[in-house]
């Protein structure tokens, strides 16, 4: 590890440190480089559909959709901060990544983090009024309120990646310089100092409680005024139009919290650092790979957008055809 000495530490400073990766079996490296390749391209590039597709469809400007614009941002950004070093690391021998490369990639990771906890929460408190209250509905989603709901995440997260990383960088690290994963996490970079952690530990141990306790509070309050509205609901019919507009978003928390719980709540062993690889694979790269089918295939409004979509552009080629074969 390359080290500069700093004479107002008592430590040292590391310039680099070096990435074990997912697995280390060289065999294993080009076949994980096809999979997660695979992943990089397909969540992006749902996402970036999405997005254009509720911009530009009259019918999907609602709050709804717009928050959904936002998840599908904050999961193109999520999943393409740590993809292309561990992508460019599965084919190299040399799998560093320099130190403030280190501590951008952990600002970022945290305000997507933070960012996707609140947006997933101001969904639901969005559903919470669509079900709840849908005659005032249009007069308590207003749109400066959903872009204070969308913008406290953003500053939120921001906020908190900036003090994280601020305490990251007061630590000395002197050796080794192997961090035991794919990207620069946290918990395995703090293994490495050789100065004090607990200010930091502390900061990770609040920060995580507060967050997803409270961002995890929003959803479930929401939900059960949901379900309570609906079970008052006499019909069938209504109570499943009910459903189904919450069905995406519900699959969508529940996959991501879903895997959250399991990263914190793993037994402490010694497979315990592999698994959490698994784990951090899955809330990273698999769960927001669907997100974009999720909200495509159970809603109703997106369906019928893309459908309209489609009918546009057979009638464009349609008419191309039939021009080009008349000339």
């Not at 403030?100 to 997933?120: A, M, P």
């Not at 019909?235 to 499943?240: A, F, H, K, L, M």
């Not at 990263?263 to 951090?280: C, D, F, H, T, W």
């Amino acid at each position: 590890m390359k080290m500069k000495a700093d004479p107002r530490r008592s430590g040292t400073d590391a310039t680099e440190f070096l990435l074990l990766g997912r697995s280390s079996r060289p065999e294993l490296q080009p076949v994980l480089f096809v999979v997660f390749r695979l992943i990089h391209l397909i969540t992006p590039t749902g996402n970036l559909g999405m997005i254009p597709l509720i911009r530009f469809t009259p019918r999907l400007q609602t709050p709804m959709y717009f928050f959904l614009t936002h998840l599908a941002c904050v999961d193109i950004f999520y999943s393409t901060n740590v993809s292309p070093q561990m992508l460019v690391n599965f084919l190299s021998k040399k799998k560093t990544i320099s130190y403030r490369g280190c501590l951008t990639q952990c600002f970022v990771f945290v305000t997507l983090l933070l960012s996707e906890y609140y947006i997933l929460g101001a969904m639901a408190y969005d559903r919470c009024m669509a079900i709840c209250s849908p005659l005032h509905y249009n007069s308590r989603m207003s749109r400066p309120l959903c872009i204070c709901l969308v913008t406290f995440p953003y500053l939120w997260g921001s906020a908190v990646a900036t003090m994280q990383v601020i305490l990251t960088s007061r630590l000395s690290f002197c050796g080794p310089n192997t961090i035991n994963h794919f990207y620069c996490a946290d918990p395995p970079l703090l293994m490495l100092a050789c100065s004090s952690t607990y200010v930091k530990q502390m900061a990770l141990f609040v920060s995580a409680g507060i967050n997803l306790t409270g961002s995890l509070l929003i959803i479930l309050t929401s939900y059960v005024f949901i379900f309570v509205t609906i079970f008052r609901i006499r019909s069938s019919e209504g109570q499943r139009k009910a459903f189904s507009t919450c069905g995406s978003h519900l699959t969508a928390v529940t996959m991501f919290y879903g895997s959250l719980f399991c990263m914190y709540l793993r037994p402490a062993n010694e497979r315990s650092v592999e698994q959490g690889k698994i784990v951090v694979v899955f809330c990273i790269f698999v769960s927001p790979m669907p997100n974009p089918f999720i909200y495509s295939l159970r809603n109703k409004g997106v369906k019928q957008a893309l459908r309209g979509v489609c009918a546009r552009h057979l009638s464009r080629l349609e008419k191309s055809s039939i021009s080009t074969i008349s000339h």
